[in-house]
């Protein structure tokens, strides 16, 4: 930038990028976070084999 003015307006055009990458960073992981946590609850329902249902069952 040339003018004082015109790199005020080139530095305010940045940060409004910079907002906005930020925000599109924070959706990104938000949903990642509920794709793991959705993935983690699926393992964890899924129904187990009666085998190793009897061997956590048995006294030892």
């Known amino acids: 930038p040339l003018t004082p003015s015109a790199f005020l307006e080139q ?3 940045e940060e409004n990028l910079d907002c906005l990458v930020t925000t599109a960073a924070q959706q990104a992981t938000d949903n990642n976070t509920q794709a ?3 993935s983690k609850n699926s ?3 899924s129904p187990q084999p009666a085998e190793s249902m009897h061997y956590q069952n048995s006294p030892n």
Do not use: E, G, K
């Open 36 to 38: 793991t946590t959705y």
């Open 43 to 45: 393992l964890y329902r």
């Open 11 to 13: 530095a305010r055009q």
